[in-house]
């Protein structure tokens, strides 16, 4: 049988899987899928833990006799991703730090207060107590500098919800400001790294309402894709830039792109679009395991993605003379994107009030 996700890795793209959760660990699921499937690291947000924690029977025994939510939560999270970055030890290293790495996200009703954020990413890292943690911070206004900040301290970053180019560049800008603070301090820059989490499938989605609104079926289905190759271009131009030469002369990394969002959320589109469609070298791919099982049975590697940016701008573009705003849709997005991960934080919140009080 041909070895679809191997294909996929041979073609540059690092394969995570979007979940985790105690089960997995215990089961020794995740270990089969980093034997089996090519799975090189993991992602986690708050909607993904609220999930895990409703299956308190896992967690019952570590929670029992705490009192307080926030403590049981923290205790239970940074666990779960210590042990999976354990699991990932070796390919970390042999990947020299790009992959086996497990990411874990900051309260996401912090998205708007900076220096809550760096503090709290400061603190699941000591907690976490793992080189190959990545702490998820979202691409907020307000999340913008203390990506720089906490990245200067020389903790490695996932950056999350990104949406549209112009963050995305004040997203990469960020990071080379992270650096330079970091190597003004004498930290060392090739233990830092850091990768980008653009979204797909959400963009389709709305955009695809408002073409539908507008009666232009015609052009649904191809915004994502069109975004993430306008997104690669940026990634090759910043990261081609002399700015960061000189930070990689230093052994600065480049903050990879991430695809997230990768499950496709509308029936009638292939469910391995996301994947086939986005394939580049240097590249991660974060996927639901429907995702990641639904590729290794008939998934197919569709043509790179370098050098298509003019391609995606010209989509773009076409969806904008359309009547998209699409800079509403993008706003949009990062405002629904931070609330529905506030609402999964309640729930789990919720959830472990119910597990310790009854």
């Keep these: ?42 992602t986690t947000n708050p909607t993904i833990f609220a999930k895990a924690l409703s299956d308190g029977e896992d967690y019952a025994d570590q929670l029992k006799g705490l009192t307080d939510v926030d403590e049981a939560i923290r205790l239970a999270t940074t666990t779960d991703v210590r042990d999976a970055a354990d699991l990932f030890r070796d390919i970390h290293r042999n990947s020299n730090g790009f992959d086996g790495r497990v990411s874990i996200e900051v309260a996401p009703d912090l998205a708007h207060d900076t220096q809550a954020t760096v503090e709290q990413a400061q603190d699941l890292y000591d907690t976490v ?48 400001t992270g650096l330079e603070t970091a190597d003004a301090a004498g930290r060392d820059l090739s233990k830092i790294h850091s990768v980008a989490s653009f979204f797909i499938s959400r963009v389709d989605s709305e955009i695809d309402r408002r073409l539908e609104e507008l009666g232009r079926d015609d052009l649904k289905g191809r ?78 590697l569709g ?30 997005l990062e405002d629904e994107g931070v609330e529905k991960f506030i609402v999964s934080w309640n729930e789990l919140k919720e959830t472990v009030r119910v597990a310790l009080h009854g």
């Design 1 to 42: 049988m041909t070895d679809r996700l191997k294909s996929l890795t041979d073609a540059g793209v690092s394969i995570w899987l979007d979940d985790l959760s105690r089960g997995r660990l215990t089961s020794g699921n995740l270990a089969e899928l980093i034997a089996t499937k090519h799975v090189v690291g993991v």
């Design 129 to 176: 107590g793992r080189e190959n943690l990545l702490v998820k911070i979202p691409a907020t206004k307000a999340g913008v500098p203390a990506i720089a900040e906490t990245i200067g301290r020389g903790i490695s970053v996932n950056v999350t919800l990104i949406f549209d180019e112009a963050r995305y560049r004040e997203v990469m800008d960020a990071y080379l």
């Design 303 to 332: 043509r790179p993605m370098e050098g298509t940016e003019a391609e995606g701008r010209q989509v773009l573009q076409q969806i904008a003379d359309a009547g998209v705003d699409l800079a509403d849709v993008f706003k949009v």
């Design 223 to 300: 915004a994502g894709i069109a975004n993430a190759q306008v997104a690669l271009g940026a990634y090759d131009e910043v990261f081609g830039s002399e700015r960061f030469a000189k930070l990689k002369a230093k052994g600065a990394n480049p903050q990879r792109p991430l695809w997230a969002s990768t499950g496709t959320k509308d029936p009638a589109y292939p469910d391995t679009l996301y994947v086939s469609e986005l394939v580049a070298r240097g590249v991660v791919n974060t996927m639901p395991e429907k995702t990641l099982e639904a590729f290794a049975d008939h998934g197919e």
